[in-house]
Nanobody, 115 residues
């Protein structure tokens, strides 16, 4: 049973930083693309950033230059370093991993940025 466990969310002031982590477990297959998505109240879930197993990254325009996605393949873990946070970054952040032909999601972690 594949599980994705996120951590690192919380409350931070505008301009501050947070680092999210997502650890995958329970699979013998290699992990392909991993990514972070977010969903703000009343809005649709949107892609924030993705990273392939080879390290190629992709970001939504609104976080470019502020967020950095990275991964540790040995630990099956993906990270999201979030700097210069803004009130509009407030959302539940979800980890997603493509493993063995299937997509798996974490339970989500709340990020709240106070202005």
């Amino acid at each position: 049973q594949v599980q994705l466990v996120e951590s690192g969310g919380g409350l931070v002031q505008a301009g501050g930083s947070l680092r999210l982590s997502c650890a995958a477990s329970g699979s013998s297959s290699s992990i392909n693309t991993m990514g972070w998505y977010r969903q703000a109240p009343g809005k649709q879930r949107e892609l924030v950033a993705t990273i392939t197993s080879g390290g190629r990254t992709n970001y939504v325009d609104s976080v470019k230059g502020r967020f950095t996605i990275s991964r540790d393949n040995a630990k099956n873990t993906v990270y999201l370093q979030m700097n210069s946070l803004k009130a509009e970054d407030t959302a539940v952040y979800y980890c997603r991993a493509h493993i063995g032909g299937y997509d798996y999601w974490g339970q989500g972690t709340q990020v709240t940025v106070s202005s």
